[in-house]
């Protein structure tokens, strides 16, 4: 398994701007998740972007994905006060291997109300 | 999408004693796996649980201090052994489905404090 990294660490934004944070990774993947963590929560899994993908929507999420930069964006639109939380991307899992995925540090957004 | 159950959701543990966790998937999964995280970190994955044999464990992590069971494709238990306050930590279960996707989903977590 491989780590992603997310970038910025931490992020502070009023209710209503956009907010956008990145991941790399370091080789090549077949696809990328994003998950979400609320303080003291499990993950939930916001969207899963496939290699051939450059964009994927899901609601108020945009989620780009660069393989030629192995690099990953996650756009929240809107945001919402309820969109506090830490946010991690994870390269794959192989699928058949014993194998889990691998986490960074995450990005913990802030929304200001 | 996989729902996971983890019980206990939070417990309070002595030093010395033991805790098992136990994660009920509501469909049958290929692989299920359990993570920790610490105060303040991110998630580190600990093992993966293997049904019918023997969890495969990362580094750094030993079965005698963290047992595992997988007896089927629903269901796995992870056990904190000899408790220490360093152990306490949110214990997270997540299943992948091998299915050609491969989301991996996760259980709402069991934050155990040690004191």
């Known amino acids: 398994s491989q780590q992603g990294e997310e970038d910025p660490q931490a992020l502070s934004i009023q209710e209503g701007e956009n907010a956008t944070m990145n991941c790399s990774y370091k080789t090549s993947i077949n696809n990328l998740q994003w998950y979400r963590q609320n303080s003291g929560r499990g993950l939930v899994h916001l969207i899963l972007?496939?290699?051939?993908?450059r964009e994927k929507h899901s609601g108020r999420l945009r989620v780009t994905l660069d393989t030629s930069k192995k690099s990953s964006s996650l756009l929240i639109t809107a945001s919402r006060a309820a969109d506090t939380a830490s946010y991690f991307c994870a390269p794959p899992w192989s699928g058949g291997g014993a194998d889990g995925l691998t986490f960074g540090k995450g990005t913990h957004l802030i929304i200001q109300p | 999408s996989a729902v996971i159950s983890q019980k206990p959701s939070r417990d309070i543990c002595q030093r010395g004693t033991s805790l098992t966790i136990q994660c009920q998937v509501d469909s049958q999964v290929t692989m299920m796996f359990w993570y920790r995280q610490q105060p303040g970190q991110s998630l580190t994955l600990i093992a993966t649980?293997?049904?019918?044999?023997?969890?495969?464990?990362e580094s750094g992590f030993v079965i005698d201090k963290f047992p595992i069971s997988r007896p089927n494709l629903t269901f796995s238990t992870l056990t904190v052994s000899n408790m220490s306050p360093e152990d306490s930590s949110i214990y997270l279960c997540s299943v992948g489905t091998g299915s050609a996707g491969n989301t991996i989903y996760f259980g709402e977590g069991s934050w155990l404090t040690v004191v």
């Open positions: 649980a293997n049904q019918g044999s023997e969890a495969t464990y």
């Open positions: 972007i496939r290699s051939n993908e």
